[in-house]
């Protein structure tokens, strides 16, 4: 990587945790000045924006995100069980992420009424990740691992509003409990309405 | 009244949906100035600062949602249904509120790593509302509606997680099903989880 490549990343990097604390506008040039140890021109000469480099912060803290929530997940056949993997990372596994949260939920309320290019990429942010959570869904589904008569698509936006909002709680409370009890409820949800009766009792019996 | 408290009520009542919408530091003076018909001197005569407006706003949009999500509940008597229409009323009395969205979770996110005040405020708030939800069950705990292995904070911070979390999708999907599918979970719910199996038995005996 050349030295410009480098320091656009260095850029995006030190960038990231500030957008996602202070939203976009709430990010002065000075905090990214500070945070980066360049003088504006050093920044700009790389993004030719205030946005551009938001929306690729932006991106930099939801991949750090994803790749959390899907740690260990691929391994998993069963597919309830590989929802609920994916449940408890979303709880467990938030000590490598961006500080400031989830950068999901802090994009979409800050530029739900004002930056339409951040607000774009949280709304596909949301919907890919919706559509992993269906496309597990359908595959039990076909393998007779979750009941046919649910559907896939209210089922993964239930888990991701529920975990969205238990995180702003837990936030807001500064406690681990409301995600804690979030995780607990849909833990049992996928086990008694998502996973079928006939492939309990192969697991039963196995 | 007089006419000082008039304008006072004026510029809260004009500036709450601008600090709902944009967040406190993406609130600027001319935007106040525009939504007020009033120049500097004439806002900050009646607020030592911008926080304290912001903080006075922020009262007055809460004060608005909980109005909009209580009504009609007082009159229900069973505690398990009195929760099921605060559920509904949360989705269903969306239209008087203050603009922009749930002044709680615009708040939470906004001032998250900025603004204490408002901070503080918005704790108090999701505080009291999952107090409320509480004090139902204890009550339907009490006269046997609700069950009593249940746990009544845990079922309120679920309920507010899951009401939260669904409008946030909501909004960055500018449709309304996120927020249907998590009322009709939580209604389901609370009639299978949370309502008392002898209290289910009068029901359906009278």
Redesign the interface.
């Known amino acids: 990587m050349n030295k410009g490549r480098r320091t656009r990343e260095k850029i995006i990097r030190k960038a990231a945790p500030i957008f996602n604390?202070?939203?976009f506008?709430?990010t002065a040039l000075s905090d990214l000045m500070r945070a980066t140890s360049l003088e504006k021109g050093g920044i700009y000469r790389h993004f030719a924006s205030k946005e551009q480099l938001a929306v690729e912060a932006f991106d930099y803290s939801w991949k750090t995100a994803v790749e959390a929530r899907l740690e260990g997940t691929q391994n998993i056949t069963n597919t309830v069980d590989r929802l609920k993997r994916m449940v408890r990372n979303f709880r467990e596994r938030r000590d490598g992420l961006v500080p400031?949260?989830c950068p999901l939920?802090?994009t979409?309320?800050?530029s739900?009424?004002?930056n339409v290019a951040l607000?774009e990429k949280?709304?596909q942010a949301?919907?890919a990740w919706i559509e992993r959570l269906r496309g597990i869904a359908e595959e039990g589904q076909r393998n007779g691992e979750i009941r046919r008569d649910i559907h896939p698509g209210?089922m993964s936006?239930?888990v991701?509003?529920?975990?969205?909002?238990?995180?702003?709680?837990n936030?807001?409370?500064r406690s681990e409990?409301?995600l804690a009890?979030?995780c607990g409820?849909l833990e049992k949800y996928l086990e008694t309405e998502i996973r079928s009766k006939e492939s309990k009792c192969v697991r039963e019996k196995s």
């Not at 529920?162 to 709680?169: A, D, N, P, V, W």
């Open positions: 604390r202070k939203g506008e709430g400031g949260g939920l802090n979409a309320i800050d739900d009424d004002g607000r949280a709304r949301l919907a209210e936006n239930l991701v509003s529920t975990l969205e909002g238990s995180l702003m709680l936030r807001l409370q409990e409301p009890i979030a409820h």
